[in-house]
C-alpha cells in the first residue's frame, strides 16, 4: 500500500541564507523505525530534485523522535535576492510531505 | 539568588502582533519579557534608514509596542530585554526615555552596543555562502556581529527596567536573564547548552503555542484568533515548563515543541550560537498538563572564538508584475501570456523568472498529481540595476491587457530595493561590547 507522508507524519520548514531545513515527525512514535528506513537522503534528494539543487543530509533524532534534513542550494539564492515569491521556502514542509512511500 | 523565574516571549519576528505580550505582561506574572524582532535582513534595512537619519534605525514598530506595554511592565515589575534597537540600540533608548517621559513614567533604559562593526570591516574577509570575498557580493551597507550572553550581562546588572540591544543571537536574548538570575557559570556548557534550549524553543513566540502549525482536521488549533504567546518557568537547575496564559487561544503540546525546536536547525548536535554549541539530540520533551510541556537535556560544548557577522549589501531591484486568468484554457492563456513577455524581456534581463501562482509558483513544481486550477495567475520578477529597468517588468505584464491573450484582469505592478545578507566570522577578541544607561 502506497501513503503520503502527509498521512503519518508533520514537518516545519526552516532557513539559513540558502539552506532549507525540513523537520519531519511522526505523529505516533511507532513510525519513526519506518520513516528511518524508506525516507533517506537519496530519496528526498530524489523526491525534491526540483527544488533542492545541493546536497541534502538527514539527521536522527531518535529520543523526539524525529529526523532532519538539511538541504543546501535549495532557495534560489537565498532569502533576500531569490526571484521567488516564497523566498524563505517557508512552504516546503508541505512539498516533503507530498511524497508516496510504500508502507 | 532565585531558585526559579518566569520569561515570557512576546514576539518572534519585527512585524509580530501586538496583543500577546500585553497579555503576557498583564495576566501572565513573568519576571522577564523579551520581543524577539530582528531578522538577518531586517537591520540591514535599518542601517539603511540610520544612514538617511541618524536618530533612526530602530524597529519601526518600538513606539507602538512600548507605548502599550511600557505602564504595565512598571507596574507588575516585568523587565524587558529586546532587540529592537537593530541598528540603533542609543536611539532607540532616547525614544524609550522620551515616551516615558510623555507619559509620565519614570524609567531606566540600558543600551546595548558594540555588534555594529562596520568600520572594523576590510571587505576581503571570505563570505561564508560564497567562499570569495564579501565585497564581490556587491557594494555593502551593514556589518553586524551576533553578541551573545556577555554582552547583555553588564546591562542586567544595572538596575534598568528595559535592556535594548541590535544584533544578538536570539536565544542570547533568553539564556542572559537565567545566567544573571541563576549565576550560571557561562563556562558550564552544559547549562548554557540547556539554556539555549529554551531560548530556541522561545524566540519564535506563537510558534511554539500553536502559530504556524494548523491544518484543519489533521493539526486543529482552538481559537487562533486569540493566539497566545508562550512562557517559560525555569528552575535554577534548567528545568523548563513551558505555558500560555489560560484562556488565550493556541495549544502546546510536544508536537508543537518538537517542530519548534528543530526550526531552522542545520546540524541539531551543534547548535552554534555565541555562548556555546548546543546539542539538542538527548533533548526530552514531555507533556506535564493541558498547555503544559517540560523540557530537560539540552547540552553542549565549549562557544566558539569566532562571532558570525551578518553583511549587508546592495543588490540592486526586483521588478515584478502580474496578471490572472480564469475560466476554460486559463492555464494554456497564462503560458500564452509567460512566453509573450519571456520575449519581449529576454534580452534586457539575464535572471527573468516567470511563475504561475495557483499551479507551481511556490514549490516549482506540482508533482504531476493535480489537474488544471479554474483559475491561474502569470507573476514575472526580474532582477534589475535600476528602478528603470526595474518598472520594465511591471510595464510589459500590465501592457498584456491590450496586447495579450484574452481575458487576462487584475494587472498589478511592484518594484522592490534588494539588500542581500552575507556572512563572515570574526575573532571575538576584536569585538568589544559596551552598554549606555538612560533615564527618564
Redesign the interface.
Known amino acids: 500500500m502506497k501513503i503520503k507522508l502527509y498521512d503519518i507524519a508533520h514537518s516545519r520548514a526552516g532557513d539559513k541564507g540558502n539552506t532549507l531545513t525540513l523537520s519531519l515527525i511522526p505523529y505516533k512514535a511507532e513510525d519513526y523505525p519506518f520513516l528511518c528506513s524508506r525516507v533517506t537522503a537519496e530519496v528526498v534528494k530524489e523526491h525534491l530534485r526540483d527544488i533542492v539543487a545541493g546536497d541534502i543530509a538527514r539527521y536522527e533524532l531518535p529520543n523526539l523522535p524525529a529526523l532532519q534534513f538539511v538541504c543546501q542550494q535549495a532557495l534560489t539564492g537565498g532569502v533576500t535576492t531569490s526571484l521567488t515569491t516564497d523566498t524563505h521556502g517557508k512552504s516546503l514542509s508541505y512539498a516533503l510531505l507530498e511524497m508516496w512511500v510504500e508502507k | 539568588m532565585k531558585q526559579q523565574i518566569r520569561i515570557g516571549c512576546g514576539a518572534g519576528f519585527s512585524g509580530d502582533r501586538l496583543e500577546p505580550s500585553l497579555i503576557l505582561v498583564q495576566q501572565g506574572q513573568l519576571d522577564y519579557l523579551v520581543l524577539e524582532c530582528l531578522a ?2 531586517t537591520i540591514a534595512l535599518a542601517q539603511k534608514r540610520k544612514r538617511q537619519n541618524s536618530m533612526l534605525g530602530y524597529d519601526p514598530l518600538l513606539e507602538r509596542r512600548i507605548e502599550s506595554l511600557l505602564p504595565h511592565l512598571l507596574e507588575k515589575k516585568v523587565r524587558l530585554i529586546t532587540n529592537m534597537g537593530a541598528a540603533n540600540p542609543l536611539a532607540a533608548a532616547q525614544k524609550i526615555v522620551d515616551i516615558a517621559r510623555r507619559l509620565n513614567l519614570s524609567v531606566t533604559v540600558a543600551a546595548v552596543t558594540g555588534d555594529d562593526v562596520f568600520s572594523l570591516l576590510l571587505g576581503t574577509e571570505t563570505a ?2 560564497t567562499g570569495k570575498p564579501l565585497t564581490n557580493s556587491g557594494p555593502l551597507v551593514s556589518a553586524n556581529a551576533y553578541l551573545g550572553t556577555d554582552a547583555i550581562l553588564p546591562a542586567l546588572a544595572t538596575n534598568a527596567d528595559i535592556v535594548i540591544t541590535g544584533r544578538v543571537a536570539d536565544p542570547s536574548l533568553f539564556v542572559s536573564p537565567l545566567v544573571h538570575e541563576f549565576g550560571w557559570s557561562l563556562d558550564d556548557s552544559d547549562q548554557i547548552g540547556q539554556g539555549t534550549v529554551i531560548g530556541h524553543l522561545l524566540e519564535c513566540a506563537g510558534q511554539l503555542t500553536g502559530g ?2 494548523a ?1 484543519p482536521d ?2 486543529d488549533v482552538p481559537d487562533m484568533a486569540h493566539l497566545g504567546h508562550p512562557f517559560a518557568d525555569v528552575y535554577s537547575d534548567g528545568t523548563a515548563v513551558f505555558g500560555k496564559v489560560s484562556g488565550t487561544g493556541g495549544i502546546l503540546t510536544v ?1 508543537t515543541a ?12 551543534r547548535y552554534i550560537t555565541p555562548d556555546v554549541i548546543a546539542d ?6 514531555e507533556e506535564t498538563g493541558h498547555n503544559q510541556v517540560k523540557a530537560t ?1 539540552g547540552r553542549g560544548q565549549t562557544r566558539p572564538d569566532t562571532l558570525k557577522v551578518s553583511v549587508g549589501y546592495e ?1 540592486g531591484f ?1 521588478g515584478e508584475g502580474e496578471i490572472s486568468y480564469a475560466g476554460s484554457n486559463a492555464p494554456g492563456r497564462a503560458q500564452l501570456a509567460g512566453s509573450i513577455i519571456q520575449e519581449r524581456l529576454q534580452d534586457r534581463f539575464t ?1 527573468l ?1 516567470i ?1 504561475y ?1 495557483g499551479s507551481t ?5 506540482n ?1 504531476g ?1 493535480y489537474p488544471d486550477p479554474y483559475e491561474i495567475r502569470l ?1 514575472v ?3 534589475a540595476s535600476t528602478t528603470q529597468q526595474a518598472a520594465l517588468v511591471g510595464e510589459e505584464v500590465e501592457a498584456l491587457y491590450t496586447n495579450g491573450p484574452a481575458g487576462g484582469g487584475g494587472a498589478r505592478k511592484y518594484i522592490h530595493e ?6 563572515t566570522l570574526m575573532d571575538r577578541e576584536k569585538i568589544t561590547s559596551s552598554i549606555t544607561v538612560l533615564r527618564s
Do not use: C, N
Open positions: 538577518e535582513r561564508l555562502e504556524y502549525f491544518d489533521r493539526k508536537a518538537k517542530e519548534q525546536l528543530l526550526y531552522e536547525v542545520m546540524d541539531p548536535s539538542f539530540t538527548q533533548v526530552h520533551l537535556g543588490a526586483i535572471d523568472r511563475d501562482i509558483s511556490v514549490h516549482r513544481t508533482f498529481h507573476r520578477a526580474g532582477r534588494v539588500v542581500g545578507i552575507v556572512s
